[in-house]
C-alpha cells in the first residue's frame, strides 16, 4: 500500500509541478504540513472552548491557514520548469517566510487592526503591496497562469476603471482603498471563500487522504471490480463506480483521476478500449465525482454561504442530476463496450436475474431496517440517557468497529494493486465486501453528523476524522491479533501511526492548490464588489444575447468554461458563480423567466467543472492521458462528448427545477427519479448513436426528442394550454382572493437598478392564508394605490415576504398572470413513451436472428 501511495503521489506531483527534495528539506516540509493539519483540526473540534486555549476568531484562522498554504506553496512548487526539484533555493524558502508574515499580519495585529477600521497606516500598505503580488507567484506556481492571470486583470481593472472604455468604465479605486478592501479587511482575499476553505474545505480534503491511506481507495476499486467486472466492458463501468466513491469526499478532479486511473485505465486498456477511451471514461467519471454530493469539490460548502440556504437542502438539490448523470455514464460505457463487440471477463457466470433482484431486495432491506434501528435506537438513548449518551454511543460504536473487523478477519485480505497482472479471474464480491466493512464507519458518522444531527459541516467533518484517526492506529494490530499471523501480514502499531502521519501529511500537501485558489479567488470577489463589475457583465452578456433567453445561458455556459479553464473545483465555483450567477438571475428576471437561486448556482457550477475536460486546457484530461499514454487533446474530446449528459442538464434544470426536487413531495420525487433517469439513458443512446443496433438518423433524432420530452413536459403543455391567465392590473387585489392559497401569481414590476435606471424584471408572488385579497395583501407587507390607470406600490413592509421578493415603494405593477385549471404537465409522458416504443419496434426490426 505505501508503495502505491508514494507513486500515486509522485504522479500528482509531476501533473501538477511540484517538488517532491529530499533530506532536511523534506523533513521540513512535512513538519509543515502535519502542523498545519494538527492547527486545523485543533479549531475544529470543541478542545478549545473545553480546555479554554487556542480560540481563534474568524478572522485569525483563515490568517493562520493562507499563512500556512503560501509557505508551502513556495517551499513545494518550483518557480519554472527548469527549477530544480529536488532541493529548494534559498530565495523560494525567503519568499515563502515573507508571504507567510504578510498573511499573519492580521493575526499578529488583529486587535490594533480592529481598533481602526479602514484607517491605513504605512505597515498595512507595504504589507498587502507584498502580500498581494506573492499571492499571485504563489497561485502562479501552484495552479498555473489562468487564476493568477484572472486576478491580476481584476486588479488592474479596478486601478484603472476612469480609464476603461464605454461600458466597461467606473469611477476607480485608489490604492490605499484597494490595499484595504484586498487585504486588511475580509471582503477580499481573507474573505467568504477562504473562510470556507478554513472552516470545511480542508477536512474534506484531510478526510479523504486519510481514507486513501487507511486503504478504502483499493477497497472501492476492488469492490467495483468484482460487482461489475464480469459484465461487458466491465473494467470501465468498475472505473466510473470507483472513482464515483472517491469524488464523494475527494475536492479535485486531477487527484481523482491519478488516485484511481492508474488501475482503472491499464484495465480497460486490457479488454479492448483505446488509450483515449479509457482515458475518456475515467476523466468523465472523476470529473462527475465534482457534482455528487456531499462534498461537491468543497463547493457545496460555498454554495451554504453564497445561496444562504442549509446544506442539507444543497444536497437534496444537487443529488438528482449528479445522480442520473453516473447511472447515464455506466450506460454509456455500456453501450460503448457493444459497439466494440467486447465480451465479459473470467468464468464468473452471473446469477439469474430473480436470483439477483432477491438478493439485492434482501440487501436493500437489512440495511433499511439497520438504519431505522440505528436511529430510532438513539433517538430513545439519547433523551434517556443525558449527558452520558456520548460515551455510551462511542462504546456502541467500538463495538461495533470490532465486530466488522473480526469479520474482515475471517476473509482473505484484498490482494494488491497490480496493473500489471493478466485479467482473467475476477475477486469474489461477498469475501471483498466483508473484507473491508469497517472503512464504510467513518462515512456513516460523517453523514450522521451531517444529515441527522445537523452539526455544522466542520464539526461533522472533524468527528468522521476521529474515527478514521481509530481505524488507522488500530486496524493493523487488530487484524493481525484476530489472524493469529503474528503481524506478518498487517503490520503492528507503529505502522499505524506511519499510516496516520503520512495521511496527515498528504492531506495538507492537497489542501496546498486550493488554499492558495480560495485566497486568489478572493481577489476577484472583493474586485466585483468594490467596482459593480457584475453589472458590466449583465449588460455584456444582454448585449451578446440581444435578449434572447437561450442564448443568454449558452453565452453564460460558455463565459463559465473559459473562466473555468486550468481552476482547481473550489476556485473555479467561486470565480464563475461571483461574476455569473448575478447574470443569469437578472436577465432571467428581464425574460420573465424565474430560476431559484440554488438552480442558477449549480448551473454555472457545472459548466465550470467542464473545463477540466475540454481541451486546450483540460487539466484532468491531460492527467489521465499521462497515465493512458494517449493523445490529450483526443482524450479530452472524447471526455466531453461522453460528458454531453452533464453539459443538457442544467439546461434541463433551469427550464424545470422539478429536476433539483424544489417544492416537490416525497412520491413525485420518487417518480420524477424514475423518468428523469429514463430520459437520460435515452439521450445517452440519442447522443451515441447506438441503442439496441446502430441507430440511424432519424431515430437518433427521434430519441432526443423523447428524452427531452420526458425532461421537460412543460414545453409541449405550455403550447396545448398556457399556464397562467392574464389578469388586468386594476383587478390584481380580486385575482389575489380568488386564486387558492399556496399558489402563486406571476408579476412584471417596473422599477429602477441599483444606478437608478429603470428596469423591468418578473417574480412569482406566494399566495398566503387569507379570506379576501385585502387580508392577503396585508400578509404579503404590500400597499397598493391607483393613479392614471397605473398600479404603483404604495408601501413594503420590512422584512416582509414583498420585500424579500424585491419589491418597493414606486414600483409599477405592469402584468398580473394568475394560474389556470389544466392538465398536470406530465400527460405529455405519455405520447414520449409512445413515440420511444416506436424507436424500440425499428430496431427489434434489425436485431440479427438468433
Known sequence: MQDKTLSTQELIAQDVGARLPQGPMAQAIAGLALLWSLFQLWIASPLPFVFGVGVFNDTETRSIHLAFALLLAFLAYPAFKRSPRDRVPLLDIALGLVAAASAAYLFIFYQQLALRPGSLTTADLVTACIGIPLLLEATRRALGPPLAIIALLFLIYSLAGPWMPGMLAHRGVSLNALANHQWITTEGVFGIALGVSTSFVFLFVLFGALLERAGAGHYFIQLAFSLLGHLRGGPAKAAVVASGMTGLISGSSIANVVTTGTFTIPMMKKVGFSSEKAGAVEVASSVNGQIMPPVMGAAAFLMVEYVGIPYVEIIKHAFLPAAISYIALLYIVHLEALKLGMQPIGTHQPKP?????????????????LSLAVYYGLGWLKPALGEAAIWVIGVLLA?????????????????????????????????????????????????????????????????????????????????????????????????????????????????????????????????????????????????????????????????????????????????????????????????????????????VFYFGIMADVTPPVGLASFAAAAVSKGDPIKTGLTAFYYSLRTAALPFLFIFNTDLLLIDVGFWHGVLIFIVATVAMLIFAAGTQGFFLVRSRWYE???????????????????????????????????????????????????????????????????????????????????????????????????????????????????????????????????????????????????????
Request: hydrophobic share 50%; with cysteine; net charge negative.
Open 399 to 603: 463495538l461495533v468497529y470490532l465486530g466488522l473487523l473480526k469479520v474482515a478477519a475471517s476473509n482473505p485480505p484484498l490482494p494488491a494493486e497490480d496493473p500489471d497482472k493478466p485479467l482473467e479471474e475476477l475477486p469474489q464480491t461477498r469475501a471483498v465486501l466483508l473484507s473491508g466493512l469497517h472503512f464504510l464507519l467513518p462515512v456513516v458518522v460523517l453523514v450522521w453528523c451531517l444529515m441527522v444531527e445537523r452539526l455544522s459541516p466542520g464539526l461533522s467533518a472533524f468527528w468522521g476524522t476521529v474515527m478514521l484517526v481509530v481505524i488507522l492506529l488500530t486496524q493493523r494490530p487488530l487484524l493481525s491479533w484476530m489472524r493469529g499471523d503474528g503481524g506478518q501480514t498487517h503490520g503492528g502499531f507503529a505502522d499505524g501511526v506511519v499510516d496516520l502521519r503520512e495521511g496527515l501529511i498528504g492531506g495538507a500537501r492537497n489542501m496546498i492548490g486550493i488554499g492558495i485558489a480560495t485566497a486568489a479567488a478572493g481577489i476577484i470577489v472583493g474586485a466585483v464588489s468594490q467596482t459593480g463589475v457584475g453589472l458590466v457583465l449583465a449588460d455584456v452578456v444582454e448585449v451578446l444575447s440581444m435578449g434572447n433567453l437561450l442564448l443568454m445561458l449558452l453565452f453564460t455556459a460558455v463565459f463559465s468554461l473559459i473562466l473555468g479553464m486550468g481552476l482547481p473545483t473550489t476556485a473555479n465555483y467561486i470565480v464563475v458563480s461571483s461574476l455569473l450567477a448575478p447574470v443569469v438571475v437578472a436577465l432571467g428576471q428581464q425574460n420573465g423567466l424565474i430560476v431559484p437561486l440554488i438552480a442558477v448556482h449549480l448551473f
Open 700 to 850: 437518433g433524432v427521434l430519441l432526443l426528442l423523447v428524452a427531452f420530452t420526458l425532461f421537460r413536459p412543460g414545453f409541449w403543455m405550455d403550447l396545448v394550454h398556457d399556464p397562467y391567465q392574464d389578469i388586468p392590473p386594476g383587478q390584481f387585489v380580486q385575482a389575489l382572493g380568488q386564486v387558492e392559497a399556496d399558489s402563486q401569481l406571476r408579476l412584471r414590476v417596473l422599477g429602477e437598478d441599483d444606478v437608478g435606471d429603470p428596469r423591468e424584471f418578473a417574480l412569482l408572488l406566494p399566495v398566503p392564508d387569507g379570506e379576501s385579497g385585502e387580508q392577503r395583501l396585508e400578509k404579503l407587507g404590500l400597499m397598493l394605490y391607483e393613479e392614471d390607470g397605473k398600479l404603483l406600490i404604495d408601501n413594503v413592509a420590512f422584512g416582509s415576504v414583498a420585500a424579500d421578493l424585491g419589491l418597493a415603494f414606486d414600483q409599477q405593477i405592469l402584468r398580473v398572470r394568475a394560474p389556470t385549471d389544466r392538465w398536470a404537465k406530465e400527460w405529455m409522458w405519455i405520447p414520449g413513451f409512445m413515440v420511444f416504443a416506436l424507436v424500440v419496434w425499428l430496431q427489434r426490426r434489425r436485431l440479427p436472428r438468433g
Open 353 to 369: 436475474w430473480l436470483r439477483r433482484l432477491t438478493g439485492f431486495a434482501f440487501g436493500a432491506a437489512l440495511i433499511s431496517g
